[in-house]
């Protein structure tokens, strides 16, 4: 399988914090990133929208890093939000939508 080459690093973020309706707060453009994760990052099919929990997700990525739904992703000039986590073998296979 060659999805090996697939994997490049990308910064990513957390959401740590909640505002006084208890939305998420987005990292500032210019925030420090919390680290960085080696995933590979690909468009979704259309199949998957069907689904609640993918209902939102534009890109879909692999990654063997412990990933939830707290991590954005720096994906060249965007940020992608982690929706979801489905464990995928050896893999995490995880769902993101653009912000």
Do not use: C, W
């Amino acid at each position: 399988l060659m999805i090996n080459s697939a994997f490049r690093r990308y910064d990513y973020f957390t959401i740590g914090t909640k505002d006084e309706y208890g939305q998420d707060v987005m990292p500032a453009k210019d925030a420090t990133p919390d680290g960085t994760i080696t995933m590979a990052i690909n468009l979704t099919s259309q199949s998957v929208q069907a689904n609640i929990n993918y209902k939102d997700a534009q890109y879909m990525g692999l990654t063997h890093a412990k990933v939830d739904d707290t991590y954005i992703i720096q994906f060249g000039d965007e940020r992608l939000k982690v929706l979801y986590v489905n464990p995928y073998g050896r893999l995490n296979q995880v769902f993101l939508q653009l912000l």
